[in-house]
């Protein structure tokens, strides 16, 4: 029995409500609901959702912040499932209703009920809805939401065939409630324009389009507008009711004059339909409902979460915003924000985080200007982040390396803002703070090939206020600069960063300062290709740190007269250097310096001829360097395992480990550092390799590993997977049609639950076919499918 049947009442005979109420009859099934006046965008998955739902649940909430777009979902829904509720579909108005007492009455208007004198309204109501079979869509609960749910929970219990649908920035938290969140819409990466072909797959740039085409008839979007109004709708978030806004004003702005003025989008997105809802005229007024609904600890925080880049844990929220909420609790306080859908909470791999749309950051930032804390706040999320970074810093040859990776990795957001307030600051607390936040992020930046990024953040920072800067701070952040600039072969940057830290150690002569400088003179003397005098450098600066507790210089330094060894040609030297690094790197659960010791020690290993030796080595390091996904690793493995491929006698292989060596090297700014030391290893294998595959077989072999992701290319490094028969999009693929919809499903980003929804079908079916494609194409992630979808479009 299909849902609808299963819900399809019989219609009862016509009867009374109550001495001298009106005789009422059900009208036809969604005869009670507004008539759509636009035309509806996207929401297929969650419009599938609902209908699942509405057959099962008996109160089913959708909530999310103001302007999302929840009302036109709830009426859309409700109108699908319209056959499935015969006795009627009623729309309840809940926006304009401020007094708990006329909750009833309003209600009751809505339902075509009258007053009887005789009985009081809220018995006339409930005998209404048991004698039927029908859905309620109850819209805009939450600026009455406690009175609401006491409401709700009574008409639920006591109309066993109630259905009731509710919109809310907050769920109604009670007994049965399904809470279903309702997201933005799909955005393409504002950095790459949607086709022709792939633009219905995102609804936010479908709904500009509809909405401008609307003020502008005629309107055809070409490629390059196609671009703009990607990044219009990435910029505000998918939010609906602003992407409307924003296509109102095409009426006397191009696509590219709204772009440039959405800095500031309060100001810009004024003009809404005179048709529409008040709070929804401008999108300042719909955030200013929001901002209303909430109590005065859940407005002050709201303001100071403004502060936030990209998202937030709660320990980073609790210390810089927690202060002075007394006697509200911070945690309490946060999760009320996230009930009421002004925070997005995201969990990944067992890590909670939470976020806000940008359009809901900016209002909580000029209310935070407004009551005057934006220089504490923003002053407290620089020094909260100093603190971040020292203490990455300090643990990162340690057991610790692995999550100060992920949480590094995630905060990079904050950490950059707090860096940019750093250089706006003209204080010599924010100078100094600056320089150490820099200086500690150097393993970070180095491992995970943010040269460019670290490069920058630096020489802006040396050049903010030298005056002001103490001489261990500012000699501490030349050397990370140094680091990075001579890992990127820039060895002229590199020696005058050196030399400007020369002249500081003469006024702070240490032996930490003396070890740093004997590392970069060694480092720039190994890049530059003077051996002897590298290694006494580096020789120099392994006595000099501290080994029995060594830091990322100590370690780098050890791994650079190592290789030194190695480019000389002293295996012997340079296998009791790696030994060494080993030795430490495995005692304290260290995992970056550890696998790069094994790639040298394979480089070592195959300049001895020893092939076998060497492969299962690089391969070792690859699944040492595992989860942390250091592109500076991967790099350097891959390409040395080009090596071994050719001397193997697979010259095939050999190249696509080179192109995907290749590109990790161009695509994170220059990684694979070993390579301009050796660099007639490299040009060898080019050049053997192509005269072996010839110069066609050559380039498309390159190609394939150019077009690898990283964790595609280490698989292949690791004989995981195989490229000699890349499918292609079309009648060669034995796709079957379900299969090729699903695949479209997985581009999207569609869970299995989420693909059974939207095709009506069950997740282990939906499961089943995912896994077939996999099969099929010889996937092993989803990510697979949809980047071999997006490039064959």
């Not at 002053?379 to 100060?404: F, I, P």
């Amino acid at each position: 029995m299909s849902a609808d049947e299963q819900f399809r009442p019989v219609r009862p005979p016509t009867r009374r409500v109550g001495v001298g109420s009106v005789t009422s009859t059900p009208a036809p099934s969604t005869g009670h609901l507004p008539p759509e006046l636009t035309s509806f965008v996207g929401r297929r998955t969650e419009l599938a959702e609902m209908k699942n739902l509405l057959s099962t649940a008996r109160l089913v909430t959708l909530t999310g912040i103001g302007g999302v777009g929840k009302t036109r979902l709830a009426l859309r829904a409700a109108s699908t499932a319209g056959r499935a509720f015969g006795d009627g579909v009623w729309l309840v108005e809940l926006a304009d209703v401020s007094d708990p007492a006329l909750l009833v009455e309003v209600a009751a208007a809505a339902l075509g009920l009258r007053d009887d004198p005789a009985r009081p309204l809220p018995e006339v109501v409930v005998e209404f809805l048991s004698a039927r079979k029908s859905l309620l869509v109850l819209d805009n609960c939450e600026q009455l939401v406690e009175a609401v749910a006491r409401l709700v929970a009574t008409w639920l219990s006591a109309c066993q065939d109630l259905r009731i649908l509710a919109t809310s920035r907050e769920p109604l938290d009670i007994a049965g409630e399904t809470v279903v969140p309702v997201p933005p819409l799909l955005v393409p990466d504002p950095d790459r324009a949607p086709s022709r072909r792939a633009q219905p797959r995102y609804d936010a740039v479908t709904l500009f389009a509809d909405r401008a085409s609307a003020v502008v008839p005629g309107l055809d979007l070409s490629e390059a507008t196609r671009a703009t109004v990607a990044r219009i709708c990435a910029r505000l978030d998918g939010l609906p009711l602003a992407i409307e806004l924003a296509a109102a004003r095409m009426r006397t702005l191009s696509p590219e004059q709204i772009l440039a003025r959405l800095d500031d989008r309060y100001g810009l997105l004024t003009r809404a339909s005179r048709s529409a809802p008040m709070r929804q005229q401008t999108l300042r007024w719909c955030i200013d409902w929001s901002y209303q609904l909430c109590d005065p600890a859940e407005q002050r925080l709201w303001a100071r979460l403004s502060v936030f880049a990209g998202g937030f844990e709660f320990d980073a929220a609790e210390q810089i915003c927690g202060a002075d909420l007394a006697p509200a609790d911070p945690l309490d306080v946060l999760s009320s924000l996230v009930d009421k859908s002004i925070l997005i909470r995201i969990e990944s791999d067992g890590v909670v985080r939470f976020r806000m749309l940008e359009t809901v950051r900016e209002y909580g930032r000029q209310k935070l200007q407004e009551i005057g804390e934006y220089a504490q706040m923003c002053r407290r999320h620089r020094d909260w982040y100093e603190q971040m970074a020292l203490a990455a810093d300090n643990e990162w040859v340690s057991d610790r390396q692995t999550y100060w990776t992920a949480r590094l990795d995630r905060e990079q957001p904050n950490l950059r803002s707090a860096l940019e307030y750093c250089l706006a600051e003209d204080t010599e607390q924010a100078v100094t703070t600056g320089l150490r936040t820099a200086a500690g992020l150097l393993g970070f930046w180095v491992f995970r090939g943010l040269y460019g990024e670290g490069r920058r953040f630096i020489d802006r920072l040396l050049r903010n206020h030298p005056a002001l800067q103490p001489i261990p701070d500012r000699f501490t952040a030349l050397h990370a600069g140094a680091v990075m600039a001579v890992m990127q072969s820039d060895v002229p940057a590199a020696t005058a960063l050196v030399e400007e830290a020369r002249v500081l150690v003469e006024q702070d002569r240490t032996p930490a300062t003396q070890g740093r400088i004997a590392h970069l003179d060694g480092a720039v003397a190994l890049y530059s290709g003077e051996l002897a005098l590298a290694t006494s450098h580096l020789e120099r600066a392994v006595e000099l740190l501290d080994s029995d507790r060594p830091g990322f210089v100590c370690l780098a330094a050890v791994a650079g007269l190592g290789f030194a060894y190695v480019v000389a040609g002293d295996t012997q030297r340079a296998t009791a250097r790696y030994q060494q690094m080993l030795s430490i790197t495995e005692a304290c659960g260290e995992t970056l310096f550890r696998s790069s010791a094994l790639c040298v020690l394979a480089i070592a290993a195959w300049q001895e001829d020893e092939r076998s030796r060497a492969n299962e080595l690089l391969q070792q390091a690859l699944r040492v360097n595992g989860n942390m996904g250091s592109p500076l690793v991967a790099a350097v493995a891959l390409e040395a395992l080009a090596w071994t491929a050719h001397a193997d006698g697979d010259a095939e292989r050999a190249a696509v480990l080179m192109g995907a060596a290749e590109e990790l090297d161009q695509s994170h700014g220059k990684v694979a550092s070993i390579v301009p030391i050796v660099p007639q290893h490299h040009d060898e294998c080019v050049r053997l390799t192509r005269s072996a595959l010839g110069a066609r077989r050559f380039d498309a072999a390159l190609a394939k590993g150019r077009a690898m992701a990283i964790d595609e290319a280490v698989a292949y490094g690791l004989g995981e997977q195989s490229t000699d028969t890349k499918p292609t999009w079309g009648p060669g693929v034995a796709l079957t049609k379900r299969e090729r919809q699903v695949a479209g499903l997985i581009t999207q980003g569609l869970t299995n639950k989420q693909i059974a929804a939207e095709l009506v079908i069950s997740q282990r079916t939906a499961a089943g076919h995912v896994e077939h494609i996999l099969t099929k194409l010889g996937f092993t992630s989803r990510a697979q499918v949809a980047a071999w979808i997006a490039k064959t479009e």
